[in-house]
Every structure is written in C-alpha cells, then in structure tokens.
Nanobody
Framework: QVRLVESGGGLVQPGGSLRLSCAGSGFTFSTAVMSWYRQTPAKERELVAA???????NYGDSVKGRFTISRDNAKNTVFLQMNSLKPENTAVYYC?????????????WGQGTQVTVSS
C-alpha cells in the first residue's frame, strides 16, 4: 500500500523559513517523480516544485529562487526548503508521487500539512 506522510508545517513569520518532509512507503521511491503542491480554499491545487528520479527539478514561477526541492532516496524522503516566506504562501502543502506502471501514470497523494505565514 502506497503511503505518503508530510511533516514540517506550522506557523512562521513573514521572511522566515520552513522545511517540509514527505516520507514515502509501499513503492519504489527512487524511480518516482516527487512533487509538492499547495492549495487554499480560494484557489485550485497548484504545483510548487517537482523532482525527477535523476534529480532534475522545476518550480512554480512564484517560488523560484526561494524554495528548493530535494530528495534522499536512501530515506525514501523528499524535502521542500522554503525561505523568505510570504503571507501568500499560506496553504496546505501536499506531497505527490507519480509512478509509471505498464505505460500508465499513477498519482499518489499525502494528507497534506498546513503552512501559515503570519505575523
């Protein structure tokens, strides 16, 4: 059974930093494309950052230069380092694993972790 568990969210002041973690189990983590998404009540879920099995990463325009995605395949964990946080970064952050199985993509989601940026 695929399982993704996010952690590291919380309350932080504007300009501060947080590091999110997502631990995966039940699948071959090293070959999955891992992503972070975020969602607020007013907006659809949007891509924050993604990283391939070969460590190629891409970012949403609003977080480039401030957020960094990385992975540790030995620990089956993907990270999102968030610096210079802004109030508009407040959202529930979700981890996603994408697997290619028999020429079809399958997406698996974590339960999300709340990030609140406020003074």
């Amino acid at each position: 059974q695929v399982r993704l568990v996010e952690s590291g969210g919380g309350l932080v002041q504007p300009g501060g930093s947080l590091r999110l973690s997502c631990a995966g189990s039940g699948f071959t983590f090293s070959t999955a494309v891992m992503s972070w998404y975020r969602q607020t009540p007013a907006k659809e879920r949007e891509l924050v950052a993604a990283i391939t099995s070969t460590d190629i990463s891409n970012y949403g325009d609003s977080v480039k230069g401030r957020f960094t995605i990385s992975r540790d395949n030995a620990k089956n964990t993907v990270f999102l380092q968030m610096n210079s946080l802004k109030p508009e970064n407040t959202a529930v952050y979700y981890c996603k694993a994408r697997k290619l199985i028999a020429l079809k993509f399958y997406d698996y989601w974590g339960q999300g972790t709340q990030v609140t940026v406020s003074s």
